[in-house]
């Protein structure tokens, strides 16, 4: 489902290049459920954007559901993204100015679904989350506005999920909360999950724990 | 649709209002103000084409050629004639040489005639001349020929009965100095009077009326056809003074309109960036989710076009509200309805509203195509503002054309551009500096300040690069808003002065000089105020250097209505009132030494090519007299007094036949004054002007209401750009002030330094704009308005003092969210 070879990815600072990720290979099959841990600055959200195809590598090959997204342009990504992606990241990134229902509508009209609305109150439902429909993300709190990005995230159907640490930003009890529904809904759509934590209740939840250090992979844990 | 849904709910979030209402706005501003000017302009005009009976006259001093006149009607035009003659008016014994008006039964197009059935009765209106065989006379001419209603005159060969006492004539209020008194016979009669012959001295009148387009074409057609001889002639030429006060209020409504438009496109381009900064986030959203750069940058063009479609729509409505209100305004002292506007105005609105989406909206969200879908990940990405230059260049060149466009002048517009960016620029970096040094003092300040400086002046050294551009944003609204006062306070008081409280409104003519003592003590007696008498001599002007006037003139192809007929000549010791001279010397007081000098009206000078010491030759009776041109004089013309071409010293005409002229004020409730006055002095002409002073102090009146309405639209644009200024940087403020009231800060602290903040960046940005805003005054009061400059000294201060009030507030007002909203919830809907 999500392979890469020797991926290496590289920035320009004022103090010479930083080698961010070095000669990163690994292989994700579909179904799978992978934990990307370690250290702040060790390159684990560059990796998740690259995998996720946000954006492109210094060096190396990507395959996400067999299509190799290193040669492609950005509006190509795109369409892969739309077809095998979702996302829930650690800062919600719900619109401010659209209800709960809109955010999880958006996806669905993007991608030119007629039954939106109703679907995305069906995983608003499924998120518990009902009752709340009308409610900017302001008047939500944290766990419910992420639980609206979890909701948002499986509205699409898409293939692999890719999680940026879902709970950083939440407290112990309602991060649990949503671990529980991330992996449920995941369970029951068999999407392949690709989740960025340094928490290791929840990368102990995942079928495989990839743990870099300074942008190298150092040990993968079955 | 997925545009309409998301702009639905970007409005019901509020993200759009300003960016909506600052478009239509300016379309209000675009569609009411030249929807307003044009039927303005037609409707003053039209009414004043009163007073030439017509709206278009052809003059000429021999007749056209049938087929040129005949053809008006296929331009869609109304047509009529007078032929204008000087004739001795018989009867038995008596003759009175008499200006004899033979009129078409057309006459007059545009006006009423008045006449008196009778002598003691009150005048009332008729719609066309004398029937054949009749003749109408001024109410003068009954004593003068010994004449009653009913009997017969002779004029030429042909005899005539008169059948009314010619009261008013539309045509007759402009020719204040033609002596003679009046008469009207049909045109049909003037074959059998056989008095014009070969060499008279005739003036035909062809007289135009129907729309503006159909007298352009058919001027457009006629015009290669003219020779010297004729003249076209239209209200600007008969009536300066509606003329000008017309010209002036159009290139202030202009100018407003140029300003407001500028206005609103900056609010718009203000808030339409920080609509696109605040979909940063959405944009890196949506691309993560699979929507492709194209097509995401599609759905934000469609609700730019509806916002546009949405703008307009209110806008015109707005304009067109604004528009009837105005038209209300004047419907009291226009006799003539208002026209509908045209669609012209609802198109120049659409326009507007198209460059102003394109031009200030445009820019800014381009720079959302270029939003990294990585920025779901690291939020610093997409805030290099990559477009900044593009939209700043986009914006001014489209402010540019916007302001070209609406004020049709290319030197102002630059002027005003340029002049503003360099001044504002260097206003704004010297605010950066002072900002960026007050940090080094700030820490000592603080520690002698209460809390609420020192959080004020915390907060303005923050931000040295923010708060210098808002203060130029700031001082660019506040400059617009002084100009645009300034000039309106010089054109209301310009106004004022032309026509200040008892301006002469009647002319006393052709008071002979035994009558002066009579006339003098009788208005004396009636506590009337006069102007000087001034001596008139009949004469006209035949050479210039020895060489007839009339062969210097055909040498150049040109011709001058003062080769047909004769001039006012006068003396005077004391230069008149309103004269002043533009060159030479008036003669000094005492005896004249030199009884050659002549002074000449500096216009005529121009026309005829008279410079100073020419020798200039006039026929008097029969006889000649030269004299040396030793001042060139300019003339207020419509003062309402007396005023001369062509002044002598005294003593220089004294043996030659003359007659006196004066002005009067005679207060409205005491007209009926004339009545005694006309019996007691039969034979002395009372030429009305008050109607046309009221009906120009009315249109003046009215016409600075409009402006003052005008004047608040403009005003409104002003705050939106204050407004959207203060929210371009509001999102950081409420961050920043929740938090501090989140660690304690009690509301009294956030609102004082908040208020201290705004009031400080309204006083610099007010400092700028006065420096601006005289300067611009200046410039436009000299080159656009042809109007003196007066200093506005008070502006130095009060422009600060204004600029403190107003942003303080603004920015208090918009802010005060920040004190009314608990901190917890303030922090929720900050972004991350």
Known sequence: MLRCSALEKTVETSEGLLHILKGITLEIKAGDSVAVTGASGSGKSTLLGLLAGLDLPSSGQIWLADEEITTMDEDQRADLRMRHVGFVFQSFQLLSSLTALENVMLPLELNGKTESREAARRYLDRVGLGTRLSHYPNQLSGGEQQRVAIARAFANA????????????????????????????NRESGTTLVLVTHEQRLAERCQRSLELEAGQLVSAVC | MLSLRMLARDWAAGELRLLTTALALAVAIVVGISAFTDGLKTALVTESNRFIAADRVLTASRPAPKTWIQNAESFGLRRGETVVFSSMLVTGERMQLTRVKAVSPTYPLRGRLEIRKRTETPPHTVDHGPNPGEIWLEARLLPLLGLNIGDTVEVGEARFRVSAILAGEP?????????????????????????????????????????????????????????????????????PRIARALDRADRFLLLASTL?????????????????????????????????????????????????????????????????????????????????????????????????????????LLSLRTIPPLRVLRRDLGNEHRQGWLAITAGLLSLTMLMWFHSRNLQLTLSLVLGAGVILAAGGLAIWWILRKARRYVANASANTGGVMRLALASLQRHPLRNALQVVMFALAIMLLLILVFVRTSLLNDWQRQLPAGTPNHFLVNILPDQLGDVRSWLQGQELETTTFYPIVRGRLIEINNTPIDERMAREGRHNEIQDRALNLTWSKELPTDNTIRSGNWWARGPANSSTEVSVEAHLADELDIHMGDLIGFQIGPEALEARVSSLRKVEWDNMRPNFYIIFPPTVLDDYAHTYITSIHLPKGRKDLLNTFVQRFPTI??????????????????????????????????????????????????????????????????????????????????????????????????????????????????????????????????CRRVVLVPPMRLLQSQPP
């Not at chain 1, 112990?172 to 991330?182: K, N, V």
């Not at chain 2, 003679?180 to 001295?201: E, F, K, M, N, Y």
């Not at chain 2, 644009?717 to 800060?745: F, K, M, P, T, W």
Request: neutral net charge.
């Open chain 1, 158 to 185: 898409p293939t692999v999920l890719f999680a940026d640490e879902p709970t950083g930003n939440l407290d112990t009890r309602t991060g649990a909360r949503i671990i529980e529904i991330l992996f449920e809904l």
């Open chain 2, 171 to 239: 045509d007759g209020g402009g020719a204040v100095l033609n002596i003679a008194p009046h008469a009207l016979i049909a045109l049909a009669d003037l074959p059998a009077t056989r008095v014009i012959q070969p060499g008279s001295r005739v003036g035909y009148r062809y007289l135009f009326a129907g729309p503006d387009e159909g007298l352009s074409a058919y001027h457009a057609w006629l015009k290669s056809k003219l020779t010297p001889d004729y003249r076209w002639v239209n209200i600007r030429e008969t009536q």
């Open chain 2, 260 to 364: 407001g438009v500028a206005l609103a496109g900056i609010a718009i381009a203000i808030s339409a960036r920080r609509y696109s900064e605040r979909h940063y986030d959405a944009m890196a959203v949506m691309k993560c989710m699979g929507g492709r750069e194209g097509r995401l940058f599609g759905l934000y063009l469609q609700q730019l076009l509806f916002i546009g479609l949405l703008g307009f729509a209110l806008g015109a409505v707005l304009g067109w509200a604004v528009q009837g209100a105005l038209a209300l305004l004047l419907e009291r002292y226009v006799s003539e309805r208002l026209p509908i506007p045209g669609l012209r105005p609802l198109a120049m609105g659409g326009l507007t509203a198209a460059v102003c989406l394109a031009a200030f909206a445009l820019p800014p």
């Open chain 2, 685 to 814: 002409t009372v030429i009305e002007m008050d109607a046309i002073i009221a009906q120009v102090r009315g249109v003046i009146t009215q016409v600075t209401q409009a402006i003052e309405l005008v004047l608040w639209l403009i005003v409104g644009c002003a705050l939106l750009v204050l407004l959207a200024g203060v929210q371009a940087s509001i999102d950081l403020r409420i961050g920043e002030n929740a938090l501090l009231r989140a660690l304690g800060a009690r509301r009294g602290l956030i609102t004082g330094s908040l208020l201290l903040e705004f009031a400080t960046l309204g006083l610099f940005a007010g400092g700028i704009a006065s420096v601006a805003a005289e300067i611009a005054v200046w410039y436009f009061q000299q080159r656009v308005m042809e109007m003196s400059y007066t200093p506005h000294p008070w502006n130095w201060l009060a422009g600060p003092l204004f600029g403190a009030a107003l942003v303080g507030a603004t920015g208090y007002l918009s």
